[in-house]
């Protein structure tokens, strides 16, 4: 099934469709996709790392774990497929999946899904609409980034400090010097580098094509990120998606804070849910870059996130100074349901 979650989009598919093994599913995913290939144009991918996305989904055994979500982020150029990394945008679509392909019953009025993100081993509670026991799309709600309205996706989660690094602060530092300038490395769902837009020489406020168009931009992204990496105990990330980068900015739309983002080094036309909510909890606090820059109405305010195309709300529960658990509202919407004809498996030559 073809979804939108959130401001992305990709391919969702229960596991026992796909090949068990990762060598031979991964292949077979580059293939439906389109990759290796800047248009992916034999393919179904949306030539952008946005909409080059898999969503894997089978019923879960654990107690009190409705099913279980593997995200795949698919090269859109080069033939990587990766585990590395959560989608809280292709979550949205999780429930309504599970729904629509029976591994949940849906409730008379509303279903919540309780999903385990796999990459992370991180719980997300989903609740939506279900009049009459079906998914209902359709609604009021307005996320920046897509056009129109949809049926409101709360989405719930718990305990995303350390996601992928095992710590909030996976450099055991509040702040870090790297290149010169300073950073805040921060894992709360997404592993991000939280750098001023100052800084780096920018204003924080570019359309994000400007951003992409600046090649020395670039580089010394891709030199802070594979610095970070190391400290943050994830290795060599020359060629992974994470850390995502995010430039900050006072904000100048009403919000708490602006942000540019590298994913990681395309820019994202908005921000990843997870993003946000590591990029929230690191501006929330004390000492973090982007700290100073932040205003908030008020202590139980929404983090505001504003971004290229509007602005991300997200509510961040803090036991003292770590985040308990965070919410986010998304949309999601069935496109297509059907059968995939993947470009045939190259032969190897003799
Ligand atoms: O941060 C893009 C997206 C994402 C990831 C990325 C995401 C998240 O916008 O939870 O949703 O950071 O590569 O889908």
């Known amino acids: 099934m073809l979804m939108r979650g959130g401001t992305s ?7 026992g469709d796909l090949p068990a093994d990762p060598a031979v599913r991964d292949d077979l995913l580059l293939r439906i996709m389109g990759s290796p290939d800047p248009r992916q144009i034999d393919g179904i991918g949306g030539a952008h790392p ?3 996305k898999v969503a894997v989904v089978s019923p879960s055994g654990r107690p009190g774990i409705d099913v279980e979500y593997l995200f795949l982020q698919l090269g ?3 033939p990587t497929v990766s585990d590395r990394q959560n989608c809280g945008n292709l979550l949205a679509g999780i429930g309504p999946f599970a729904v629509e392909r029976g591994l949940v019953r849906a409730g008379e ?9 796999v990459n992370s081993d991180n719980v997300a509670t989903a609740t939506f609409a279900t009049p009459g026991g079906a998914v209902d799309y359709d609604g009021d709600t307005a996320i920046s980034g897509v056009p129109g309205t949809a049926a409101p996706i709360l989405l719930d989660f718990e305990d995303t400090e350390g996601s992928a690094t095992g710590a909030l602060l996976p450099t055991g530092r509040v702040r870090d010097v790297i290149d010169g300038i300073e950073v805040t490395c921060v894992d709360n769902g997404m592993p991000v580098v939280v750098a001023a837009a100052s800084d ?17 931009l670039r580089d010394r992204i891709q030199s802070l990120r594979v610095q970070a990496g190391a400290l943050m105990g994830l290795g060599d990330v020359t060629e992974t998606s ?7 900015a006072p904000p100048r739309d009403g919000g708490a804070i602006c942000t540019r983002t590298f994913i990681p080094l395309r820019v994202h ?10 990029v929230a909890a690191a501006v929330l606090m004390d000492g973090a870059v982007g ?3 932040t205003r908030r109405p008020g202590p139980d305010a929404p983090m505001s996130v504003e971004h290229p195309s509007g602005r991300l709300e997200v509510r961040v529960e803090l036991d003292g100074a770590t985040p308990r658990r965070s919410s986010i509202v998304r949309t999601a919407r069935k496109l297509f349901d059907g059968t995939v004809f993947p470009r045939p498996a190259t032969r190897s030559t003799p």
């Open 9 to 15: 989009k990709g391919a969702y598919f229960l596991a």
């Open 50 to 52: 946005l909409t080059s």
């Open 76 to 78: 859109v150029d080069e």
């Open 109 to 117: 009025d509303g279903t919540s899904v309780r999903i385990r993100m």
């Open 200 to 216: 780096l020489g920018v204003t924080g406020y570019e359309p994000p094509d400007d951003l992409a168009a600046d090649d020395g």
């Open 242 to 248: 994470v850390p995502k980068t995010t430039l900050v």
């Open 269 to 278: 036309a908005s921000i990843g849910v997870l993003g946000a909510v590591s």
């Open 291 to 293: 700290h100073d820059l």
